[in-house]
C-alpha cells in the first residue's frame, strides 16, 4: 500500500534522480517532456536549446515536475510538484549552469567527476562549443540555449515498498 513521502525523503529523491519530467501547456494542449536536471534549495535548474518547450514555458510558466525512482511494480518512489518556471540571465544563468554542471559531469563521466572532458561534454550538450562563449551568451534571446529554474511551491510524494 502507498505510503506518504516525508519533506526529508522528497528531497533526497529529488537530488538523487538526473531525469525528471516536466509537465507544460502548449498552446492549450499538455506537453510533458523529459528533462535532465539538478536540484538545490528547493529549486529544480535545467537547460534548453530553444524551440517548443522554452515558447511553452515562457507562455505558461506554472508547470508540473515528477521525478521517480522505480524497482518494480510494488516497489517504487514518486514526487511530484508544481512550481513557476524563471528563464535565468546573466550571472543568474551562469550560477545555474555551474548547478547543473557538478550535478550532471560525473554522471557524464561515468561517475569520475574530475574527469577532464567532462566539461567539454556537457557544454557540447548544450549546443555551445566553448565555456567562455557560454558564459557570454547566457540569457540572451538568440542563445543556443537558455538555463532556467523551477521555483517549486507545492510537493507531494509517495512509495511502495516490499517490506
Known amino acids: ?3 506518504e513521502l516525508s519533506r526529508d525523503e522528497i528531497d533526497d529523491l529529488l537530488a ?3 531525469v525528471g519530467r516536466l509537465g507544460l501547456i502548449d ?4 506537453y510533458v517532456v523529459p528533462i535532465s536536471y539538478a536540484y538545490r534549495d528547493g529549486d529544480i535548474y535545467a537547460h534548453s536549446a530553444q524551440g517548443k518547450k522554452l515558447d511553452a514555458l515562457r507562455s505558461h510558466p506554472e508547470v508540473c515536475f515528477e521525478v521517480d525512482d522505480v524497482v518494480s ?7 511530484i510538484a508544481w512550481g513557476t518556471f524563471e528563464q535565468l540571465l546573466g550571472a543568474d544563468a551562469r550560477e545555474g ?6 550535478r550532471l ?5 561515468g561517475g569520475a567527476s574530475d574527469h577532464p572532458g567532462a566539461q567539454v561534454g556537457m557544454v557540447r550538450t548544450l549546443d555551445i562549443p566553448r565555456m567562455e562563449e557560454a558564459h ?4 540572451r534571446p ?6 532556467f529554474r523551477i521555483r517549486l511551491h507545492t510537493l507531494t510524494g509517495r512509495a511502495e515498498s516490499r517490506r
Open 73 to 79: 511494480v510494488d516497489e517504487w518512489r514518486s514526487v
Open 27 to 30: 498552446g492549450d494542449a499538455p
Open 142 to 147: 538568440n542563445a543556443a540555449a537558455a538555463v
Open 136 to 139: 557570454a551568451d547566457l540569457g
Open 1 to 3: 500500500m502507498p505510503v
Open 97 to 102: 549552469l555551474d548547478v547543473l554542471l557538478d
Open 105 to 109: 559531469r560525473p554522471a557524464a563521466a
Open 16 to 18: 538523487n534522480q538526473l
